[in-house]
């Protein structure tokens, strides 16, 4: 008797290619460099921390900032300001250089450093950690500046991930954790004297230490520049594999090509896929689902999409 083959169905494609793509991610060399990358960062970052504090107290020694602490006790503002800052503009020495009228003039470079999490860092940064979470944390280079394309589910995914990251927050959250931003936030702050204005503050270095600040903020950007090729790596295959997904009427013929690039796949994942939309639709947990005191599970209203979505595809 001939073993009935597995037709495959929107959802079941959407479970293999789920795990095509892990594989993908995971043994792309974008991702060693990605990994490189964030490493990279970390220890220059490490560095750049002792090297900022050292500028900085050099230009406001801590006897200043520990005087004008003491006048704001006894004076308020009117003592002076202080403010603890974790960014910083460092100047080179002034150089020449000619206008456009052909005459010298002088020009001072400047470089912002940051130690702050920002948001591009962030979802860069905590790749990882964010995929983790079941959230999408290419949702950003995926429209590739291209802002046309931010949909209602773009905006959805980007709120999201920002209060994973701590970029956005609401009086429903626990006050008492602490979120990646604020962790950043408090590993590393300066006694500055002047105002919050980063801009306002000015430290002239040596073209030396110039440099060294231009390294650090470049490795700052490779974090979020591999983070865009490891999806542009990664998604250039998953665009041919869906194409081929969608040709596919037959688990087996997955499986074959599976098996050529050495992706682990087996039926197994295709019934945990089914398994949670019957969970779903058992007479009890639909009667709670649809109980408007029950709040519903991230996985049941995917579970409960996709399977409407097969339903009518089915009359259709």
């Known amino acids: 008797m001939t073993e009935k083959r597995l037709t495959l169905n929107t959802e079941k494609r959407k479970a293999i290619a789920d795990v095509f793509q892990t594989h993908f991610e995971q043994n792309s060399p974008k991702k060693e460099l990605h990994t490189k990358a964030i490493a990279d960062y970390n220890t220059a970052r490490t560095k750049m921390k002792v090297l900022a504090e050292t500028v900085v107290r050099h230009h406001q020694p801590q006897e200043d ?4 602490r003491s006048m704001i006790a006894k004076y308020n503002r009117s003592g002076g300001e202080l403010y603890k800052d974790n960014c910083f503009y460092f100047t080179a020495p002034p150089r020449m250089e ?8 002088e020009t001072v470079d400047e470089e912002h450093v940051k130690f702050s999490l920002g948001k591009s860092l962030a979802r860069s940064y905590y790749r990882d950690e964010i995929k983790a979470k ?23 995914m980007e709120s999201q991930v920002n209060k994973f990251t701590g970029h956005e927050t609401s009086s429903n959250d626990n006050n ?22 980063c801009h306002s503050r000015m430290f002239a270095v040596d073209q030396e230490t110039f440099e060294m600040f231009k390294m650090y903020n470049s490795l700052r950007e490779q974090v979020i520049m591999a983070h865009q090729q490891l999806y542009e790596h990664v998604n250039s295959k998953m665009e041919k594999l869906r194409l081929g997904l969608k040709s596919y009427r037959y688990f087996d013929q997955a499986k074959s090509l599976a098996d050529k690039l050495g992706v682990a796949l087996n039926e ?17 947990n639909l009667a709670d689902l649809l109980t408007d005191k029950v709040e519903q ?18 009359v259709n």
């Not at 000619?98 to 003039?105: A, I, S, V």
């Not at 949702?139 to 590739?144: P, Y």
């Open 65 to 68: 900032v520990d005087t004008i």
């Open 98 to 105: 000619t206008d456009y009228e052909g005459n010298p003039k």
């Open 134 to 156: 079941g959230l999408n944390p290419d949702f950003h280079v995926a429209i590739n500046n291209n802002y046309d394309k931010r949909s209602p589910s773009y905006y959805t």
């Open 176 to 197: 008492t954790d602490i979120s990646l931003k604020q962790e950043w936030e408090n590993d590393f702050q300066l006694d500055t004297i002047g105002t919050s204005y």
């Open 268 to 284: 197994g994942i295709l019934n945990e896929s089914s398994s949670m939309a019957l969970s779903v639709y058992s007479p009890e």
């Open 297 to 314: 599970t991230r996985e049941e209203k995917i579970a409960i999409a996709r399977a409407v979505m097969q339903q009518q595809q089915s």
